[in-house]
């Protein structure tokens, strides 16, 4: 059974949180991405809830967690932070992170802090941010794929999204990258509410604000950062890499070269499964972590 709680985090948030299985079980921190929130989890949680204790928040930003609506409340460390603060909040001496989406891309990073709490590393669908940024400037196909990112940074693009209605804003975001028959229409009519609040999709949007991704519009040939091109610090955590390989915004070139930038890699690769893998194959989902983290 799922219980929720509101917690307040030294980070100045607070935060909505999903929580299932035994309290004593393992911790594991399932962290969501874009638009959704604990939600992504929901077919995965009854299969993991036997064994592990899954803490499941709405990122800062989403949902029912607090929603700050300035830009700089978005950067990677503070987000990071938010991760760890939780944890400290909840008393964990050790837990597991798994991230889709955003929660990935923060996920990736978070394992490099070197934190002796956290002891595996699971992601669905983000890419690494050292691949990432290679393919969008190198990879014509990822970069054609990205260009949302520029228009979701776009000032007052919430305003687009409210203009053309969230129906039509879910059935850009899903229907074009999931088989939206595989959720019900209470779970879309949630999802439908928590965009409509006041401030939140301005405060969902701020995550691509404030992240420093150079997405070049296609045919312009730009350089690689100079943080690509120095040595990038391994993940030395266990990692477990799930990809749904049908995924039309983050395409399967971001699998290419994880080998060297993790020292303990494991990748499970979905066909026929979109981006949102977490509820399209959540059968596949919960058993590649349930033999990872176990």
Same mark, same amino acid.
């Given at each position: %059974?799922?219980? $929720? ?21 393992? *911790? ?5 991405? $874009?638009?959704?929130?604990? +939600? ?10 036997? +064994? $592990? ?6 990122? +800062? ?14 950067? !990677? ?35 490099? @802090?070197?934190?002796? @709490? ?7 669908? *983000? ?16 970069? *054609? ?17 409210? !203009? %053309?209605? $969230? ?27 928590? =965009? ?12 691509? +604000?404030?992240?420093? %991704? ?22 030395? #955590?266990?990692?477990?890499?799930? =990809?749904?390989?049908?995924? !039309?915004? #983050? ?6 070269? #994880? ?36």
């Amino acid at each position: %059974m799922t219980e $929720f709680r509101r917690v307040g985090l030294s980070t100045g948030v607070t935060l909505n949180v999903a929580f299932a299985g035994p309290e004593d079980g393992p *911790a594991v921190i399932l962290l969501h991405g $874009f638009p959704e929130s604990h +939600r992504t989890w929901r077919e995965v949680a009854p299969r993991l809830e036997d +064994r $592990f204790r899954l803490i499941m928040p709405d990122q +800062r930003g989403f949902a029912g967690s607090d929603q700050p609506q300035d830009v700089e409340d978005y950067k !990677t460390d503070t987000l990071i932070g938010d991760i760890f603060a939780l944890a400290d909040t909840l008393g964990l001496e050790s837990f597991a992170l798994v991230g889709h989406d955003w929660g990935g891309a923060i996920a990736w990073p978070a394992a490099l @802090r070197g934190d002796p @709490r956290l002891k595996r590393l699971a992601i669905v669908n *983000a890419p690494h941010p050292v691949i990432f940024q290679k393919s969008v400037i190198e990879d014509a196909d990822q970069r *054609a794929a990205s260009q949302y990112i520029n228009a979701f940074r776009t000032p007052g693009f919430e305003k687009v999204i409210e !203009t %053309m209605g $969230f129906e039509t804003f879910f059935e850009k975001t899903f229907a074009r990258h999931a088989d939206t028959s595989k959720m019900l229409e209470s779970e879309k009519q949630q999802y439908l509410a928590d =965009w409509s609040q006041p401030g939140a999709m301005h405060a969902m949007l701020n995550w691509y +604000r404030a992240g420093k %991704m150079i997405v070049p519009p296609p045919g312009i040939t730009v350089p690689l950062p100079d943080w690509v091109l120095k040595a990038f610090p391994k993940v030395e #955590l266990p990692t477990l890499v799930v =990809w749904g390989m049908n995924d !039309t915004a #983050l395409l399967p070139i971001q699998l290419q070269g #994880l080998e060297e930038l993790v020292d303990d890699l494991h990748i499970v690769r979905l066909p026929g499964v979109g981006h949102f893998a977490p509820w399209e194959a959540p059968d596949d989902v919960a058993t590649a972590l349930r033999d990872f983290l176990a």
